[in-house]
């Protein structure tokens, strides 16, 4: 499958997904991913910034609350669309553009920095994607973006429960069998069944690489490695979300910041 393809099936998911995450729905982004992500990134107060693969711009926003200038793309006109029309309701200065994340309409070295939430495993080639973010940063920018845990969100994954429903392992295989698109069906589970039979399931193409593939791509785009983090539900998360607590057991989710060599211009 091609990125034009799997982006077809984004195309379709945004209605559904653009609802749901903005009734509140998407529970471990706004339970514990998203604000582990914001602890993890560097001071962007006054820089400008690059969204990749932005979804309905949730997290774009947020960027821009602390601060930065953002242009903001995604793959999916839809998304674009309602993206843009939350930005129209509620100004933060952000510019959104339908553009693939392996071909950014942007010059090279024009960005402080560029962040992804959750897109990076979705598409069919990220190594061309962290090229691009590596182009089109200035020297000593950084990247960060998050994904599915690749030691964790494998083709095989089952949580082993105990007699009241608690969740003490996670059961996983083929870790090394590459998707190629295969197809998954799934929706928010925090969702009411009423929403979930309104909206139906999403359908995700799966493009998973292993650990050591992430690190390598990493390492091949130019970036240095700076840190990395495996985000969990704390207590306070768990008492709002009590769903939350197989994430608990393993990690569901891994967050990379990356930094582009180079000395800064001190103009």
């Not at 999916?76 to 510019?95: D, Q």
């Not at 960060?144 to 969100?153: G, K, L, M, N």
């Not at 967050?255 to 582009?260: E, G, S």
Request: aromatic share 12%; charged share 20%.
């Amino acid at each position: 499958m091609d990125e034009i393809e799997a982006g077809r099936y984004w195309n379709d998911n945004a209605v559904a997904w653009t609802a749901l995450a903005r009734a509140g729905f998407d529970i471990c982004r706004d339970g514990f991913n998203t604000p582990a992500f914001f602890q993890l990134l560097p001071e962007i107060k006054g820089l400008q910034g690059i969204d990749i693969g932005c979804g309905e711009g949730g997290n774009t926003r947020l960027l821009a609350q602390q601060g930065a200038t953002l242009q903001a793309v995604d793959i999916s006109e839809r998304f674009i669309a309602n993206a843009r029309e939350m930005e129209n309701r509620a100004p933060l200065g952000i510019t959104y553009t339908v553009a693939s994340a392996t071909r950014l309409p942007f010059d090279d070295g024009c960005f402080d920095f560029a962040a992804s939430f959750m897109c990076l495993m979705d598409i069919p080639y990220p190594e061309a994607a962290l090229k691009e973010a590596f182009r089109v940063l200035k020297p000593n920018g950084f990247l960060q973006f998050s994904i599915t845990h690749p030691c964790f969100d494998t083709p095989h994954r089952e949580n082993v429960r105990s007699a009241n429903g608690t969740t003490y392992a996670v059961e996983i295989g083929g870790y090394f069998n590459y998707q190629n698109g295969k197809v998954s069906e799934w929706t928010f589970s925090a969702a009411p069944d009423e929403v979930k039979q309104q909206y139906g399931r999403f359908k995700v193409p799966l493009f998973n690489r292993t650990l050591s593939q992430w690190i390598n791509a990493i390492i091949d785009a130019g970036f240095t490695l700076e840190r990395i983090n495996e985000p969990y539900p704390g207590a306070e998360a768990l008492e709002k979300y009590p769903s939350l607590q197989d994430a608990q057991v393993v990690p569901y989710f891994l967050h990379f910041l990356c930094r582009k060599p180079g000395r800064k211009d001190h103009k």
